[in-house]
């Protein structure tokens, strides 16, 4: 069963994000096929409304009600989901709530299948929302990264799962990223400060941490492992 069936009667317009959550589109599936309502929290949903602007260009991973938002604003929107029977049924809800997808672009693909492949215009918001398996979220963020524009703010939502949150706080303790707490619930927002460059792991103070966790060796870990990772890194130089 569709969100809004196709009909001869007038559209019934949904011309902001209140009536957009007032009707609550049931685009997703549970596991014994009824229909629900999976959606960032409504509290990250009014940050988008609040924020992005029309000129914006914009991509998420994963789909849902904010896909329909990103419509409303009128942003040149990218979202990669593999899941063609929610996208049908969000465009036939758009299109039964007079919300012109035009400037939504839908790559129907697993993101991690995609995006390592897919050119990418200089971006100013990437949702990160999609597959939150062992190790999508990172290859979302790897290949989004460096598209974001410096100044362009990125949302890692469902933060309370492991893998998300291992992404938050490894960025963090990145020097690129700024951190703008949590909108909502259990989406982190980070603002990027400057370039994104691959590093080895001696530079990325997060990952020096857990690695001194490691050893059960807490005494000034990073001092310790850098020590240890400059000569690893050193020596693999040297048999290139």
Known sequence: ?????????????????????????????????????WALSD???????????GEWATLETGEGVSALLFGLKGARH??????????ERINEFAAGHSISM????FEVSP??????SLKLPDLDLVLIGGCHGFPVPYIDWDYTAGALKIGGLLMLDDTQLWTVDVLRRFLLDEPEWESRGLVGPRTALFAKTAAVNPKEWVHQPYVVEMTAALSGDRRSPMRKVLSKGKAVVTRGLGHG
Do not use: W
Request: include cysteine; proline fraction near 10%.
């Open 1 to 37: 069963m569709m969100n809004a069936p196709l009909t001869d009667s007038p559209p019934t317009p949904v011309q902001d994000l209140a009536g957009l959550l007032a009707r609550a589109p049931l685009l997703h599936e549970d596991g014994v096929g009824r229909l629900v309502s």
């Open 43 to 53: 509290q990250a949903l009014k940050f988008i409304d609040s924020t992005v602007q």
């Open 78 to 87: 990218i979202c990669i989901a593999p899941n063609s029977l929610v996208i």
């Open 102 to 105: 035009d400037r939504v672009h």
């Open 111 to 116: 993101s991690d299948d995609l995006l390592p």
